[in-house]
Nanobody
Framework: QVQLVESGGGLVQAGGSLRLSCAAS????????MAWYRQAPGKQRELVAS???????SYASSVKDRFTISKDNAKNTVYLQMNSLKPEDTAVYYC?????????WGQGTQVTVSS
């Protein structure tokens, strides 16, 4: 069983930055893909950013050019750098790991952006 623990969420003013971290209990090298999702109140969970095969990145159009996904294999940690935050970025952010057909989720971390 893979454990994912997110951290770094909090309250920030619009225009500010936050960096989310996701610490994994196993080597990230063994994972096919890592991703960040978010879920705002009353909305479905949506994919924010993904990192596939350790190299290929993809972003939701709403966060492109503002958010950056990266990972540190030595620390088994995935990051989401979030800049120029907007109130509509307010949500619970979840770390996701995928290995073939297996999917793992973290418990989520709250990000609140005030206007």
């Amino acid at each position: 069983q893979v454990q994912l623990v997110e951290s770094g969420g909090g309250l920030v003013q619009a225009g500010g930055s936050l960096r989310l971290s996701c610490a994994a209990s196993i080597s990230l090298v063994s994972m096919n893909a890592m991703a960040w999702y978010r879920q705002a109140p009353g909305k479905q969970r949506e994919l924010v950013a993904s990192l596939t095969s350790g190299v290929f990145t993809s972003y939701a159009s709403s966060v492109k050019d503002r958010f950056t996904i990266s990972k540190d294999n030595a620390k088994n940690t995935v990051y989401l750098q979030m800049n120029s935050l907007k109130p509509e970025d307010t949500a619970v952010y979840y770390c996701n790991a995928r290995k073939y057909e297996l999917v793992f989720w973290g418990q989520g971390t709250q990000v609140t952006v005030s206007s």
